[in-house]
Each structure stands twice: as structure tokens, then as C-alpha cells.
């Protein structure tokens, strides 16, 4: 049986801010509270392959891992795979943004499978990343929500 999670957030900002500032791999480690730093490794046009590694887990672990990233910015979807999958045996993931009236949705499909020699089964994993989406969609918000607040002020401002 393979892993499969959905998870979303609306996000109280334009489409292009959210797109801007989810898509500035780069800039992740100041978006998402789990990653220590990233490397870009390769660019061909809308493709990115780069490494992300992640801040020491409970029992001093450090996880790292290279992943490729393609955007469709017409399509605004996003189409990821890890490239070198660790404990998964494969790791996609698929970004879908669309604009609502209250601002952004953006939606996170994730589709694996772990390796027989994982630390956690596929339904660990499931639960593992349900919980830790939460978290990061919450935090991304509140970033870009802040972000947002900061042109709307420096527009007026200006003005």
C-alpha cells in the first residue's frame, strides 16, 4: 500500500506573492521552519534540482535529500519528485494554487511509498506528514500574509 496525503491552506494574499515566495527555493529556509539550508545544483528553465536538508531531528539526525521541482506557472501547479528518495521508495508531490475570493489556495498532494528498511511504514509516514503540513501551511500563511501586509503599507506609503 503506498502513502497518499492531501493537505491545503487559503492564504490571505495575491496569487503572484504566494507563487513568488512558495516558488524562491533559495529563500526556503526562512519559509519553512524545518529546513536548515538548500543548495541548487541544476537550472534548465522551469526545472530546478537542488538539495534540502533539514535542521537535526529529535535524536540529532540530520535528513538531506536532492529533489527537482518543475513550475507551470500558466497551469499554476508545480510538480516535484525526490531524486534521491532516502527511506521512500518514491516521493512526488504536486502544488496547486488557485485564486479564491479570500485571497490563495494552495494545495500540497504528496504520493510515496517507504522502503521495506524505513524508520516508519507507509501509514507513519501518512500520519507524520499530515501533521507536519499543518504546521509548515500555517507558518507559510502567516509569512506571506506578513509579507503582503508589508507592500500594502510600502504602496501607501509611497503614494
Not at 91 to 101: D, G, L, P, Q, S
Not at 132 to 145: A, F, G, H, P, T
Amino acid at each position: 500500500m503506498a502513502g497518499h496525503t492531501e493537505n491545503e491552506i487559503t492564504i490571505a494574499a495575491p496569487l503572484d506573492l504566494v507563487w513568488e515566495m512558495t516558488n524562491d527555493i533559495e529563500n526556503w529556509p526562512r519559509l519553512f521552519s524545518e529546513y536548515a539550508s538548500v543548495e541548487i545544483l541544476d537550472r534548465d528553465a522551469d526545472t530546478t534540482k537542488f538539495r534540502l536538508t533539514m535542521h537535526p531531528d529529535d535524536n540529532g539526525k540530520v535528513w538531506s535529500w536532492v529533489s527537482e521541482r518543475t513550475c507551470d506557472r500558466e497551469q499554476l501547479t508545480v510538480r516535484a519528485r525526490r531524486v534521491e528518495p532516502g527511506p521512500f521508495e518514491y516521493m512526488n508531490i504536486r502544488w496547486e494554487y488557485a485564486e479564491t475570493a479570500d485571497g490563495t489556495r494552495m494545495h500540497w498532494t504528496q504520493d510515496f511509498a517507504m522502503r521495506p528498511d524505513a524508520p516508519v511504514d507507509d501509514a507513519g509516514m501518512t500520519d507524520m506528514i499530515n501533521r507536519n503540513s499543518k504546521v509548515q501551511l500555517d507558518l507559510i500563511r502567516d509569512r506571506i500574509e506578513q509579507a503582503a501586509r508589508g507592500r500594502r503599507t510600502a504602496s501607501v506609503v509611497s503614494e
